[in-house]
């Protein structure tokens, strides 16, 4: 087993963020576990009061999705 710590440069683009989730993964064997950064996928920027309200939840959910599958 390895463990994979992914650095990603996280924007505030889902489908960017989950592309990068994807190829992070794509490298991953059987077993492997793969730790990636709070807020990977929609992004986390404090500093935008707007950002989280902007977010939209159903491109979201169809990336964690997107993720869940290839990790099964």
Known sequence: MRVTIAQLHVRRDVTH???N???VLQSARA?????F???ALSGYFP?????????DPVLIDDGI????????
């Open 31 to 35: 077993g492997d576990w793969v730790v």
């Open 37 to 39: 950064p709070e807020g």
């Open 65 to 72: 999705q997107e993720i869940e599958d290839m990790v099964r």
């Open 17 to 19: 963020n989950k592309t």
């Open 21 to 23: 989730i994807l190829s």
């Open 47 to 55: 500093e935008d009061d707007g950002f989280v309200r902007d977010l």
